[in-house]
């Protein structure tokens, strides 16, 4: 969810924070059953939520376990960057295999967590394209064995 018409939480309602806590529980939840929880019609909910997923507060994506679906390499990457940090990050996003970059404090500059189908792909993408990257100046890998927990439904404040 990178710089879209982003929202502030503080700027949402409390209907529209209860359809996101309702999606987080079940993205499949249909646009009727929301409205009779948040007490709107289907059509008020379905132009609430098209109004958050354009502004970038939430998506609606089917979650699942890379492992399980043939990329059997799952690994953070820990990077440290000399010089500005966004552009790093910007390069990294536009990564088919990165499906996470966050901008830290503490021992690395950016966390990266990276799908791959071989340990060869992660190899490749280490090597010849983060490590690659102007202002990169170390990596360290933390390789995934098992995806313990990984949950969206933390609700809204």
Known sequence: MSKRNSVAADELDDVSKTIIEQLQQDGRRSYATIGRAVGLSEAAVRQRVQKLLESGVMQIVAVTNPLELGFPRQA????????????????????????????????????????????????DILSHRIRTIDGVTATETFMYLSLRKQTYSWGVR
């Open 76 to 123: 953070m990457v820990g990077i440290k960057v000399e010089g500005p940090l966004e552009p790093v990050a910007e390069q990294l996003e536009a990564y088919d295999e990165v499906d996470y970059v966050v901008i830290v404090a503490g021992a690395f500059d950016l966390l990266v967590e990276v799908v791959c189908e071989s340990d060869e792909h992660l190899l």
